[in-house]
């Protein structure tokens, strides 16, 4: 069997906010915008420039699944880590990011998560 | 005797914004031992003139508080869907700065009261008063400040050759910028002067929302200059070794004894009597000469009796 | 004078392998057994039918009809060595047996894989209060000594009253580890029903539940679906990668776009046709090996009854189970910060693509590696 580099990794996020402290609601180029964000803080512009891609956005459970290259992953894990608010028009909204599942193949997230509690 | 369990937070403070909160948030993320950790700093002895000295008698064991425990109930626990069963320690923080001082000794047995003993040394004379003095330490937690980094080298080597474990805390990464930077450094300055060995990760977390999921932490010590598995090992099986010298020093030196005793009903052959007649048998029998029976023995035997050695009634062989 | 890593971050390890086989290729019989046969444990199967709105019966009948298993609870491992098991059961039939509530990374685990081996993963103080010959974990390269691998072969050399026999036994009642396990038991007779296990246990006065499969499917309205033409020789292995990389979007919902959305940079694979639904089914349980190989050929042979049109491909993914002790060929899993252990079957008229995704294998250095420069 021959073996496949895989060059991306996909995340499942999930993320804590109040939803009346936003002044508009929550979309995916917010989300977007909220990660890059926090990425700049820790990071730097450099980090921030690699694609971030949001595959699905779910309002309602606030799940997020993104797709980041694989050099780029263990920045990315750790800037959404450690991010506890972020800026937007002047009012600073606190977020909590947990990234519930990381794997190097997307359906490995659609399988059976691991139970620590 | 306590035995920590799954992954490790070692310091929640009890001066939280709401510690049941707190615990139970810890609980559901994963983590399985929790210690609830209060601080105290011991005043130093030149502050304190003629008045203070009779006031400090009157209270020897005030200046330390009681340990905060938090009750959960099994609906809690349903509540934040926590299958397994937490492990919840009590910790103390003790930090002073004149190694003179008397309230360390005074205080002693109200300290002894916690699971865990952490120390944050100042300066180099603490450092040394803690390694050879009568309180067991059990964490280090360094202040990340320009004092920290003059401490000697070979003082923190003897200390992580003594079992005690040097403590990194995230959560004032998450929340000050100029926090996250001493941090970083102070984790880098460990790595330069013990390898970043013995080292835990807690999150000397004050509100619900300091709190990180375990894998994500693994995942932030990496940029704090552990290896993969180290960075695993910090809130894992680290900090379990923690507890336990923690759990072993507090019960103190363990001794046993050995005592030999040959049944007085065994075979007459078997009977040695000192130790070179025992070398000699278990010559004869390696080499398959020796059989055991009763008539060989006459026959074959090598040992001489020597009359000078003692043997008991019970057989057994006095040295 | 050690300076840390501070430009450095790579990703946790993670290998994915892919082969592609005609159905004709004799080579596909190996790859079935490396790839189905030695994969014991699968705690999940997910179908992806892209064309249909909802499964066929006899698909949902393979995955619900025959696949019952039992959790059994504080079941010590003392049992498993009892002349009575090993002979009713181990020696006339396949056992499958592994702790469900255990952390791989954390706890003590253990299974008992169909060859009679029993795997125990212990951490330090329960591999010294056992007394049984072990060796350190494969993943740890030389510290720190906590996690130890012990295997018993329960099927060779393990008769009642030889002096291993008693060691095993000793060591096993000594210290008492207790775990939940899921049991499934395949006889050598079929005339036997495979509950008699589940009968034995609970005479035996341990708590027994039967587990039924549980089954749901989703749909995806309207979205394009990559083809798949029969591929040559050297295939490029980008265009394996994408597949992959869709049927793992079809599975979770997401719709991918044609030409890119302002927060989605990802695509459809080129050439591709709109389809009206594509259907996924999910199933959990506990599957032994012979039921992937029974759903396979299931799948095959409804692909060759229904039309090109209507069904151009079907892939199957089956997990296993996430704090297995063991994965493909009794290999050691982990489970460090990711842990995958799944293989998918892209199944076409012509070809069938396989792609087998496990975790970490090296073992990592605990100090870090000593940077000179300074």
Redesign the interface.
């Known amino acids: 069997?021959?073996?496949?580099?895989?060059?991306?990794?996909?995340m499942r996020v999930v993320m804590e906010y109040d939803q009346k402290i936003l002044p508009c609601s929550m979309t995916?180029?917010l989300?977007?915008f909220f990660m890059k964000s926090a990425i700049t803080t820790l990071f730097g512009e450099i980090s921030s420039a690699f694609?971030l891609?949001?595959?699905?956005?779910d309002e309602e459970s606030k799940e997020v699944?993104i797709?980041v290259p694989?050099?780029n992953?263990?920045?990315v894990?750790?800037a959404?880590?450690?991010?506890?608010a972020t800026m937007l028009e002047g009012a600073i909204i606190?977020i909590?990011y947990?990234?519930?599942?990381?794997?190097?193949?997307?359906?490995?997230?659609?399988?059976?998560?691991?139970?620590?509690? | 005797m306590f035995r920590a369990k799954?992954?490790c937070d070692l310091n929640i403070e009890a001066e939280n914004s709401n510690l049941k909160e707190s615990v139970l948030k810890a609980?559901?993320?994963?983590y399985q031992t929790i210690a609830i950790n209060q601080n105290v700093t011991l005043p130093s002895l030149e502050k304190s003139g003629s008045k203070k000295r009779k006031g400090a008698e009157e209270g020897n064991g005030s200046i330390v508080p009681v340990p905060v425990t938090v009750n959960l109930s099994s609906a809690d626990l349903k509540r934040?869907?926590?299958?397994?069963e937490p492990v919840i320690l009590t910790r103390i923080t003790i930090s002073y700065t004149d190694p003179s001082s008397p309230y360390l000794l005074k205080s002693a047995d109200a300290i002894r009261q916690y699971d865990l003993i952490a120390f944050v040394p100042e300066n180099d004379a603490t450092l040394k008063q803690v390694m050879t003095g009568k309180i067991d330490v059990d964490i280090i937690s360094l202040i990340p400040n320009s004092a920290t980094y003059q401490l000697s080298r070979s003082l923190l080597k003897s200390s992580m050759e003594r079992d005690v474990y040097f403590e990194i805390p995230y959560s004032p990464?998450?929340?000050d910028v100029h926090a996250?930077k001493q941090i970083i450094m102070l984790s880098h300055f460990l790595h330069r002067t013990c390898k970043s060995s013995n080292i835990i990760i807690t999150s000397k977390a004050k509100c619900p929302?300091h709190l990180?999921?375990?894998?994500?932490?693994i995942?932030?010590c990496?940029?704090l200059g552990l290896s993969e598995i180290a960075s695993k090992a910090a809130i894992g099986t680290m900090a379990h070794n923690a507890v336990y010298c923690a759990s072993a020093r507090r019960r103190g030196v363990s001794k046993c004894a050995v005592q030999i005793t040959v049944s007085p009903d065994a075979d007459e052959c078997k009977k040695f009597v000192g130790i070179e007649s025992a070398e000699e048998y278990m010559k004869s029998y390696k080499t398959g000469k020796r059989k055991l029976s009763e008539k060989c023995k006459a026959k074959k035997k090598k040992i001489k009796v020597d009359k000078s050695n003692e043997v008991d009634d019970s057989g057994v062989i006095k040295f | 004078m050690f300076e840390p890593n501070v430009t450095e971050?790579?990703?946790p390890e993670?290998?994915?392998?892919?082969?592609y086989h005609s159905w004709d290729d004799p080579k596909l019989e190996s790859?079935f057994r490396q790839l189905i046969d030695e994969h014991p444990f699968n705690?999940?199967i997910?179908i992806l039918l892209p064309g249909l709105s909802e499964s066929p019966k006899e698909i949902k009948k393979i995955l619900v009809d025959d696949t019952d298993y039992y959790h059994i609870s504080e079941l010590p491992l003392s049992v498993f060595c009892t002349p009575v098991f090993l002979e009713a059961f181990l020696q006339s039939g396949k056992v499958y047996a592994i702790s469900c509530?255990a952390?791989l990374d954390l706890d003590n685990v253990a299974a008992l894989t169909p060859d009679g081996w029993l795997i125990l993963l212990l951490d330090k103080f329960s591999y010294q209060e056992l007394q049984l010959d072990g060796k350190l974990s494969a993943h740890i390269l030389r510290r720190p000594k906590e996690r130890y691998v012990v295997k018993v072969n329960l099927k060779e050399n393990f008769i009642p009253g030889k002096p291993y026999y008693k060691k095993v036994v000793r060591a096993l009642s000594y210290v008492q580890l207790k775990f939940n396990f899921w049991i499934s038991w395949v006889p050598n007779d079929a005339e036997v029903c495979p509950s008699s296990i589940a009968k034995y246990f609970d005479d035996e006065g341990y708590h027994v539940a039967v587990r039924r499969t549980s089954l749901s499917s989703s749909i995806i309205l309207n979205a394009y679906v990559p083809v798949i033409e029969k591929e040559t020789s050297d295939m490029d292995?980008y265009k394996?990668?994408d597949i992959?990389?869709y049927?793992?979007?079809s599975?979770?919902?997401?719709k991918l776009t044609e030409e890119g959305t302002?927060?989605?940079?990802?695509l459809n694979p080129k050439p591709n046709r709109i389809m009206k639904s594509i259907c996924t089914v999910?199933s959990?349980g506990f599957f032994i090996p012979s039921q992937s190989r029974e759903l396979i050929q299931q799948i095959r042979s409804v692909l060759e009854e229904t039309d090109e049109e209507v069904l151009p491909w079907a892939a199957v993914?089956v997990?296993g189970?996430?704090?297995s002790v063991v994965t493909w060929n009794l290999m050691e899993n982990s489970?460090s910060?990711?842990?995958?252990n799944?293989y998918?079957i892209l199944i076409t008229r012509n070809q069938v693509w396989?792609?087998?995704?496990s975790g970490p294998r090296k073992p990592c250095r605990f100090f870090a590696k000593c940077n000179k420069r300074i």
């Not at chain 1, 947990?98 to 509690?117: F, N």
């Not at chain 2, 934040?80 to 397994?84: E, G, H, L, P």
């Not at chain 3, 910060?337 to 995958?340: A, I, K, M, Y």
Request: hydrophobic share 35%; proline share 4%; charged share 25%.
């Open positions: 069997m021959k073996e496949l580099e895989c060059r991306n990794w996909y995916a180029s989300v977007k694609p891609d949001i595959l699905k956005f699944i797709r694989k050099d992953y263990a920045k894990r750790a959404l880590t450690l991010c506890s606190p909590i947990t990234v519930e599942q990381a794997s190097s193949c997307l359906i490995s997230l659609d399988g059976p998560q691991k139970q620590l509690a | 799954g992954f609980l559901s993320l994963g934040y869907k926590i299958t397994r990464c998450i929340t996250r929302t990180r999921y375990p894998y994500d932490v995942n932030i990496q940029f | 971050f790579p990703a993670s290998h994915v392998e892919f082969s790859t705690r999940k997910g509530d952390r292995l394996a990668e992959l990389e049927i793992g979007c599975s979770l919902g997401i302002s927060v989605c940079d990802v999910r959990v993914t997990y189970h996430i704090d489970y910060v990711n842990g995958d799944f998918t396989c792609y087998k995704v």
